[in-house]
C-alpha cells in the first residue's frame, strides 16, 4: 500500500476564513511534507515533519500553520489568505529503508484550493 | 538557485516514438533520483527511480539512464503512447536529509 489521502479534494475560501487541510497514509512512514504546487510548475517545498517533528520550514508566511499530531496524520490550517495562495496543496510521505531505496516518496492526491 | 536541472521544457512526440527528458544536478551528496509523472489535477505519481551505484534500470517501457561523472541522469520513455502525455519532474535526494529537489518539468504530448 502506497497510498496517501488528502481531504478535502476542493476547496473554496474568502480572505477572512480559517479552514485545515488533512493528509493520512498508514505507510509507516516517518517524514511528512506539505508542498503547494501552482499550474506548470514543479512542486514547492514548505514544511517537513521527521517522527512528528517540524524539521524544515521555508520561510512559508505565518497563515500557514501546519500541525503533525501523531505519526499517520498530518494538518495544515489556512488562515487569511491572499488569493495568490490559490494552488495545489500537495502532501507526501517518503521511507528510509537500509536496504532498497532510500527517502522513497509518495505523493496524495491534492487539495485544490482556490481563494477569493 | 535551482539544484536539479531539467530539459526540455516541453517535448511532442509521435505514437511510438521515443521521448527523452534529462537531468542534471551538482550536489555530490545525491544518492537517489526519482521520476514522477503528473496528469492534470492530480497528484505526482512515483514512475520510477535510480541508485548511483547502477548506470540504467528499466521498468516496461521506461528507463532510467544515469551518468555519475557527468551528474546526469535521464528518463526514456519506449513506445511511447498517448496515454503517456504528462508532465514529468525529475528529483534528487541526498540520504543525510529528508528534502527533494524537483526539477522544473517536461510536459510531454504524444501525438496519435
Known amino acids: 500500500d502506497t497510498e496517501v489521502t488528502q481531504t478535502p479534494k476542493h476547496l473554496v475560501m474568502g480572505m477572512t476564513n480559517k479552514k485545515s487541510l488533512k493528509c493520512e497514509q498508514h505507510?509507516?512512514?516517518?517524514?511528512m511534507y506539505w508542498y503547494k504546487q501552482k499550474a506548470k510548475k514543479p512542486p514547492e517545498l514548505m514544511f517537513v515533519?521527521?517522527?512528528?517533528?517540524?524539521?524544515i520550514n521555508e520561510s512559508v508566511p505565518s497563515r500557514f500553520s501546519p500541525e503533525c499530531p501523531n505519526s499517520s496524520l498530518l494538518n495544515l490550517h489556512l488562515h487569511a489568505l491572499q488569493p495568490e495562495d490559490s494552488a495545489l496543496y500537495l502532501c507526501?510521505?517518503?521511507?528510509?529503508?537500509?536496504?532498497?531505496?532510500?527517502?522513497?516518496?509518495?505523493f496524495g492526491p491534492g487539495t485544490r484550493l482556490t481563494v477569493l | 538557485q535551482q539544484q536539479v536541472k531539467q530539459s526540455p521544457q516541453s517535448l511532442i512526440v509521435q505514437k511510438g516514438g521515443i521521448s527523452i527528458i534529462n537531468c542534471a544536478y551538482e550536489?555530490?551528496?545525491?544518492?537517489?533520483f526519482p521520476w514522477y509523472q503528473q496528469f492534470p489535477g492530480k497528484g505526482p505519481a512515483l514512475l520510477i527511480a535510480?541508485?548511483?551505484?547502477?548506470s540504467e534500470k528499466k521498468e516496461g517501457r521506461f528507463t532510467i539512464s544515469f551518468n555519475k561523472s557527468a551528474k546526469q541522469f535521464s528518463l526514456h520513455i519506449m513506445d511511447s503512447q498517448p496515454g503517456d502525455s504528462a508532465t514529468y519532474f525529475c528529483?534528487?535526494?541526498?540520504?543525510?536529509?529528508?528534502?527533494?529537489?524537483f526539477g522544473t518539468g517536461t510536459s510531454l504530448t504524444v501525438i496519435p
Open positions: 507526501a510521505s517518503s521511507r528510509r529503508l537500509l536496504r532498497g531505496p532510500y527517502n522513497e516518496q509518495f
Open positions: 505507510m509507516g512512514h516517518r517524514a
Open positions: 515533519y521527521s517522527y512528528e517533528k517540524l524539521s
Open positions: 550536489n555530490t551528496a545525491f544518492d537517489y
Open positions: 535510480i541508485r548511483p551505484d547502477v
Open positions: 528529483a534528487a535526494s541526498a540520504n543525510t536529509g529528508n528534502q527533494f529537489y
